[in-house]
């Protein structure tokens, strides 16, 4: 069973709308982390937002945000006023227990048009 | 401060031949991670160094790959010889610790194998 699910291979959003990009994980240690990142044409991958199992509130960058549904074991990526600039792929990024290394997902291409 | 420095940031070889990636890490960052990224796909962990020791290279193809992080600082992977199939993007990060810590990527080596 693959770790770490991104069912949208593609997403389209105006400038200045709200998107929510989508991921769902598979663990059964209680202790893990979570994480998002950004992919531009350039190809380095960008850091954005990190959450924690154990974290009691949804975890917020600026304009990033986390909808962490711990029953439902998703992740959800939002993104509020998007810019052009945000046009990239994005990536979900799972770490389990004691262990640093991530499993990432297939990741979503973002395309925010004017 | 610096972020994560790869060279080169394109290769082209044929079939067969060899090729080296270099990676500087982050100043003071003791954990070094090795990716590969297939096209269309999340990156894949190659290995993980903790300063200069192998921590986890469990999904490195030890027939043909070989990385070496030598005095703890920046690392070299190495394919000898390459196939077709490891045109990828090969990805360095590094962490400060380990299981904590979040990892910075750097941008990135683009291998086309002809």
């Known amino acids: 069973a693959q770790k770490i699910t991104q069912t949208q291979p593609g997403m389209f959003v105006q400038e200045k709308e709200a998107v929510t990009l989508d991921c769902t994980y598979d663990t059964s240690d209680p202790s893990y982390g979570l994480f998002w990142y950004k992919q531009p044409s350039s190809g380095e991958m960008i850091f954005l937002i990190y959450?924690?199992?154990?974290?009691?509130q949804n975890a917020t960058e600026g304009r990033y945000s986390l909808n962490f549904q711990k029953a439902r074991k998703s992740a959800n990526l939002v993104i509020s006023a998007s810019q052009l600039g945000d046009s990239a792929m994005y990536f979900c990024?799972?770490?389990?227990?004691?262990?640093?290394?991530?499993?990432f997902g297939k990741g979503t291409m973002l395309l925010v048009s004017p | 401060e610096a972020g994560v420095a790869q060279s080169p940031r394109y290769k082209i070889i044929e079939k067969r031949q060899s090729v080296a990636f270099w990676c500087n890490p982050i100043s003071g960052h003791a954990t070094l991670y090795w990716y590969q990224q297939i096209l269309g796909q999340g990156p894949k962990l190659l290995i993980q160094f903790q300063n200069n020791g192998v921590v986890d290279d469990s999904q490195l193809p030890k027939d043909r790959f070989s990385a070496e992080r030598l005095k703890g600082v920046d690392s070299t992977l190495k394919i000898q010889p390459a196939k077709l199939e490891d045109s990828a993007v090969y990805l360095c990060?590094?962490?400060?610790?380990?299981?904590?810590?979040?990892?910075?990527f750097g941008p990135g080596t683009r291998l086309t194998v002809l």
């Open positions: 959450q924690g199992s154990y974290d009691q």
């Open positions: 990024a799972m770490r389990e227990g004691g262990y640093s290394t991530l499993t």
């Open positions: 990060a590094s962490s400060l610790v380990g299981d904590t810590d979040t990892q910075y």
